[in-house]
């Protein structure tokens, strides 16, 4: 049971308190009989919309929420323990062609749409993999975004190498002929985006790929996929 504070008083000044509330990203939980009930764990503030209660309810908020957010323990980590607070984040097949036409890809979980006239999305590559050659050389790709129906193939293209399996036969991933690029679409995917190369720019241990959008194709009646902390040592994903 949180602990409980009354404060009561006259004038009203409802607008002024919601308008505060919504600028410290509280909850405005129940408003009856002119009391305000507000939560900010783990004390229950209850009071009247008043000019004298305003300024006390700053006060309790500065002690209680913008007090604890200075003092909660932050700690220094390192860059990938940092990485790993973004997620739930959206992955991506990127897929492009070797020199005879055949396709191969990667799961890439650093992408980003990044311009809409033209359109254009961003891919992040690591340097040790396979598919960046592919888009150097190929000069197009495809960005297929993967839904729950997919989750065994992302899980299969992410954990094996390009040049050493045939990831679309061994995986039995269905492909589909692109309107303009060379490199197949996913058939099931949710969507489709055809890039060609715009530019590319080194980035680390990893290289941006930048590519026109030439065209988009989506599946209506499909979710997007998104890789949650690993649980157990397994990737857990979710579908929205």
Known sequence: MPQTKHFTSEAALPNTICSFLHFAHLSLINFESGLFFIEIPPFLLIFKSTQENFKVFIKLTNTFLYGRMVNN??????????????????????ISNDEQGKASGMVAGWNMKCSSDPGMFAVSL?????THKLIRQCKEFVVAVPNKELEEVVLFFGSHHGNEVDKFADSGLETEKAKIV??????????NFECKLDKEAEAGDHIIFIGEVVACHINNDKKVLFNFKKKDGKRDFGEF
């Open 73 to 94: 323990d932050m700690e220094e980590v390192s860059i990938r323990e940092a990485y790993n607070k973004f997620k739930p984040e959206s992955c991506v097949f990127v």
């Open 126 to 130: 690591s340097k040790k993999g396979y």
């Open 182 to 191: 060379s490199v197949p679409l996913i058939k099931n995917a949710t969507v």
